[in-house]
């Protein structure tokens, strides 16, 4: 079939999803349109900031693709203080970002829950709650994802990495900590429990196919997510996953496989939030700008205190690591104004398809 007569379909099927990311050239191009379109005519230009706080790099996982990896002892390990974290999320306030993500490696052991915990109060507390908060902080207890809820947190970020068994255990142990099912139900509950609940998928890993990034996207749509965030896979040297760099596709492809997972799922779930991920930005210095313009709509500008940040690279060459979040926030205002979009400040930016659902 021919690309216009796929990107007319109301419904798309998983084998429209492999000819659309098999897509090249002109036909890409009109894929990426489409999307734009799309996002314009349903969520407008607007574009919603999170303010990204790293809060620990110690992680008791060991997936193969990450260089923050438990098991990579080159990386000085640190974790934030909590009043470091809640002045990260005061400059937030001050900068006009209507919403924080705290990322951490994973822990679970009782006093992280707790610090968590508190931490959210706190975050709460700034100027009578007006920041929204994002969490990313791995599998944990459905207790513990209800406590941090309850304690005010509403979205959740947990990338399933992918939603292939197979291929999931290819760049991840095969072992008790590292399990494919567990991160499978954990989405399920963080859905169950009322979270804006993301996901998402690292694009152009070794071993992955055409017909996994399509499962992915069919994933997506079943669980009815609210957020996706999808970016290039990026070798890491101190990873086991390293050796297979030369198996995956160049930089441009990757680049431009990663666009086309955005503006396909943007054409399959027109309302849903999806970050234009740094990783992005790390390959192409338009990067970000390319995917917001292929149909992302979030941006997480880095507000982790700049003599942490080189200790939280999970892919070599992370961009904006010596910015001060100053002027990151002058940068992605003139960014986003120069390919005709408008960054809405103060706002929580919520996923509409998350709220229409409510
Ligand atoms: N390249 C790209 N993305 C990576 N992530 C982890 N390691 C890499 C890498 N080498 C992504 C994972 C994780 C998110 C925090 O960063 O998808 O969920
Ligand atoms: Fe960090 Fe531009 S967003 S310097």
Redesign the pocket.
Known sequence: MDIEAILRKEFLEKEDLVRLLGAQGEEMKQLIRKALEVKLERLDNRVHLRGLIELSNVCRKS?L???VRRDNDRVTRYTLTEDQVVGCARLAKQLNYGSVAI?SGERNDPEFVAMITRLIHRIKEIDNGSLGITL?LGEQSEETYRRWFEAGAHRY???I?SSDEELYYRIHPRDERHDFHRRLDCIDTLLSLGYQTGT???VGLPFQTLDNLANDLLFFRRKDVAMV?M??????PD?P?YPYADQIPSVEDRMNLTLKMIAILRLMMPEINMVA?T?NQTIDPLGREKAIQAGANVIMPNLTPNEYREDYL???DKACVSDKPEECFSCLDIRMRAIGHEILYNEWGDSVAFTKKM
């Open positions: 997936c693709y990450c260089g990322q990313s970020l947990l990338r990495e998402g998928v690292m965030g970016g290039p896979y990026i070798p890491h990873t996953l991920a990783a999970i892919y070599p």
